[in-house]
Structure formats: structure tokens, C-alpha cells
């Protein structure tokens, strides 16, 4: 009997963790939600922009920088979500061709998740300032990965200066020149680009929910059951992928849940920019988000 009452405490207290560490990113999503619904003027283009062209820059840049992860683990963090990304690439691909599904429209989304509106501020509220460092590690391999090969795909083949000029890549590659060379900007810069870098949170997330508010989605079945086997197989690749690498704990979690962040928002503006079926990806943004509300808490749990 005091072994079940046990237990039940223990089930308890790991849902309320939970939920403290889940519910602050999905009620900044809501707040962007809710204002879009009362009417309130949010000008998603300005703001994504300002996001994806400063505030995200200077938080990688700096969190690059000056990260404090042992050069060993930063090593098998950066391989580990490299070969992650690889793996899922090929098990997508697979799936995509399966399905008979275009392949601009339906890969990249796949692929590469919503690193930066939620896995970032996940990890950072759950494993704290390490998380974090862990997290940005896994957003920057992301994040060059998704603003070239995946770039690549949803464009149908764009060009090497385009993708060059993504401030994403550029402040990726800087911030890990900075951190191999040991180098530092003077501390009035720091300071600068870190206030800069403190908008990208919450402007992403708000900015998540007033791009649910607007979305058209097409196809829900269909984006029901990518979202829920993506989330499965990223998951699985995740841990395997870790466990292989011989990461630590705080690595693990933050790898695994950084692959099954649920499809991204910019997915869906790239789509839009060149082509793609964007209808159909606004589908998978607002299933895949939907159900992440369930999923990530669930994936959490097995860590905290």
C-alpha cells in the first residue's frame, strides 16, 4: 500500500515537472494565437525577419561562443545530431517515395523540425543553461542544414550564393570559428548581441501561434499520420543515434527531443517563397504542432 502511494507521488510530481517545464512555450504560442483572433495587427513578415535575420543569429553566434560543454561532448553532440539529421533524411526519403508524395513539398518539413520555436526554450527550461548549450549545438547543425540541403530541395535546386547569404548559416559557421579558435568579441558587443539574442525566444514562439491563427491547412488525415510517424521514428532515431555516440544524459534527452520537435513554421514560409504545396505543409505545421502538446511532454518524461 505505501509502495503504490509511493509510486502515485512519484507519477505526480513528474507531471506537474512537466508541465512547468511544457506549458510556458505553449502559452507564449497561445498568447500569439489569441491575438491574432481579437483582431490585433501582428506583421508576421517584419517580425519573422527580425528573428531569423538577428535575434536567432546572435543567439547561436553567442551561445556558440561561449558555450562551456566540454570540447569532447561538443565534438559527439554536433556528430551525433549530423548523423541524426543524416539518418532521418534517408528513412524520409524512403517514406516520401513510398507514399508517392512530391518530394519538395513533403521532405524538408520532414526532416527538420521546430528546433528553434521549441526545442530551444524546451531544453533551456527543463536542463537549464547546460540544456540550452546542448540545444543550440543541435539548432545550428539544424539550422545550416535546413537553410542549404533543405533550401535545396523545397527551391528545386538553389543557388550556392543564396544559400550563402542566410545569416543563419553565416552566424553558425562564425560562432563555431569563435569557439574552435577560442576567440571572444569585446564584452560591450557580447552584451549587445546577447540582449539581441534574448528576442529570439519568445518572438518565435508568439510568432508560432500567430502562424497557426493564419494558416490554411489542406490534407489533415494525411499530415495526422506523417506527424505522428515522424515523431515516432525521430524519437527512435534519436536514441539510437545517441546511444551510439556515448552521449550523456542531458545530451540525449535534449538530442532526442530537438529531432521530434514537431514541423516548423518556416517550412511552411519556404514553401510558400518558392512553390511548394504550402496548403499541405500548413497542414503538417498545425497537426505536428497539435499533437506535440501530447508527444514532447511524453518524451520529456522519460528524461526528468
Do not use: C, H
Not at 529570439?200 to 490534407?219: F, Y
Not at 524519437?235 to 530537438?258: C, K, R
Amino acid at each position: 500500500m505505501e509502495a503504490t502511494r509511493i509510486r502515485e507521488k512519484q507519477i505526480v510530481n513528474l507531471v506537474l515537472t512537466v508541465l512547468e517545464i511544457t506549458a510556458p512555450v505553449f502559452l507564449l504560442a497561445l498568447i500569439g494565437f489569441i491575438w491574432v483572433k481579437l483582431g490585433f495587427e501582428y506583421r508576421i513578415e517584419f517580425i519573422t525577419r527580425l528573428a531569423m535575420t538577428l535575434a536567432v543569429p546572435a543567439l547561436i553566434f553567442t551561445a556558440l561562443m561561449r558555450t562551456e560543454i566540454e570540447p569532447a561532448a561538443l565534438s559527439a553532440i554536433s556528430l551525433a545530431a549530423l548523423v541524426g539529421y543524416a539518418a532521418l533524411t534517408i528513412v524520409f526519403w524512403g517514406i516520401v517515395k513510398l507514399a508517392k508524395l512530391d518530394v519538395r513539398t513533403f521532405l524538408a518539413p520532414l526532416i527538420f523540425g521546430n528546433t528553434g520555436n521549441l526545442g530551444l526554450p524546451l531544453a533551456l527550461f527543463a536542463f537549464g543553461e547546460v540544456g540550452l548549450d546542448y540545444a543550440v549545438v543541435v539548432f545550428a547543425v539544424m539550422a545550416v542544414g535546413s537553410f542549404t540541403f533543405g533550401l535545396w530541395l523545397v527551391s528545386g535546386g538553389a543557388s550556392f550564393i543564396t544559400i550563402a547569404k542566410e545569416p543563419l548559416v553565416l552566424a553558425t559557421l562564425l560562432g563555431a570559428l569563435f569557439l574552435v579558435m577560442g576567440w571572444q568579441t569585446p564584452d560591450f558587443l557580447t552584451n549587445t548581441l546577447e540582449l539581441v539574442g534574448q528576442l529570439a525566444i519568445p518572438l518565435m514562439l508568439i510568432t508560432l501561434g500567430v502562424a497557426i491563427a493564419r494558416l490554411t491547412p489542406s490534407g489533415l488525415p494525411r499530415a495526422a499520420l506523417l506527424a505522428l510517424v515522424k515523431a515516432a521514428l525521430s524519437i527512435g532515431v534519436g536514441w539510437v543515434v545517441a546511444g551510439f555516440f556515448g552521449l550523456g544524459p542531458v545530451a540525449t534527452a535534449v538530442l532526442v527531443v530537438q529531432l521530434a520537435t514537431p514541423v516548423a513554421v518556416t517550412s511552411y514560409l519556404l514553401a510558400e517563397k518558392y512553390g511548394a504545396d504550402s496548403n499541405s505543409v500548413a497542414g503538417l505545421v498545425v497537426v505536428s504542432t497539435v499533437l506535440s502538446i501530447i508527444t514532447l511532454p511524453l518524451t520529456l518524461a522519460l528524461f526528468v
